[in-house]
Antibody, heavy 123, light 111 residues
Framework: QITLKESGPTLVKPTQTLTLTCTFS??????????VGWIRQPPGKALEWLAL???????RYSPSLKSRLTITKDTSKNQVVLTMTNMDPVDTATYYC???????????????WGQGTLVTVSS | QSALTQPASVSGSPGQSITISCTGT?????????VSWYQQHPGKAPKLMIY???KRPSGVSNRFSGSKSGNTASLTISGLQAEDEADYYC???????????FGTGTKVTVL
């Protein structure tokens, strides 16, 4: 049974750096084809794809946010960490992490999702 | 990279069929058969409904089908049911640099 859960601060101040952790179970990020990604959704708005890290440490970023994002993995802890620098109120959103399996579902599609965590950016 | 364009809302009566469009460009939808569709109920995480344009993950009803023509992908829901009322998002592969882009989302209402 695959599960993922996001954790991190619920409130950050403008210009601060956000660090979110995705802790997962039921799969290994050292298995060929497996990836974990991040997606966010501002309140009442559309989904936005952020970043994805693969089992082989290949990393993909949204071009519009690439300069502010870093995604890393700790295979031994079953965790993926996303950092986003220089936070702004427009970054207020629910942040989801999700599982991907390239061999099962093509390029970067997410078949298991965490419950999401709401991050508010305000002074 | 701009978001893919979807109609804001689509509605239908129970039992009817509806189609949601997802318009991209020759750099994303038009170049790859890698469009996926997600269903999202209020307050819930999205659920993968279609991948690689027309394939359904295990457990997804065959009432959901996907297709593509040129730069536009479509999701059709046949035999509309009350439980289908949700937001739907398309998502396309857009090359190795951009990688993935979501659509603007469509709210489906069952009348």
């Amino acid at each position: 049974q695959i599960t993922l859960k996001e954790s991190g601060p619920t409130l950050v101040k403008p210009t601060q750096t956000l660090t979110l952790t995705c802790t997962f179970s039921g799969f290994s990020l050292s298995t060929s084809g497996v990836g974990v990604g991040w997606i966010r959704q501002p309140p009442g708005k559309a989904l936005e794809w952020l970043a994805l890290i693969y089992w082989d440490d290949d990393k993909r970023y949204s071009p519009s946010l690439k300069s502010r994002l870093t995604i890393t993995k700790d295979t031994s802890k079953n965790q993926v960490v996303l950092t986003m620098t220089n936070m702004d109120p427009v970054d207020t959103a629910t942040y989801y992490c999700a599982h991907s399996n390239t061999f099962a579902y093509g390029s970067g599609d997410f078949d298991y999702w965490g419950q999401g965590t709401l991050v508010t950016v305000s002074s | 990279q701009s978001a893919l364009t979807q109609p804001a809302s689509v509605s239908g009566s129970p039992g009817q069929s509806i189609t949601i469009s997802c318009t991209g460009t020759s750099s994303d939808v038009g170049s790859y058969n890698l469009v996926s569709w997600y269903q999202q109920h209020p307050g819930k995480a999205p659920k993968l409904m279609i991948y690689e344009g027309s394939k359904r993950p295990s457990g997804v009803s065959n009432r959901f089908s996907g297709s593509k023509s040129g730069n536009t992908a479509s999701l059709t829901i046949s035999g509309l049911q009350a439980e289908d009322e949700a937001d739907y998002y398309c998502c396309s592969y857009a090359g190795s640099s951009t990688f993935k882009v979501f659509g603007t989302g469509t709210k489906v209402t069952v009348l």
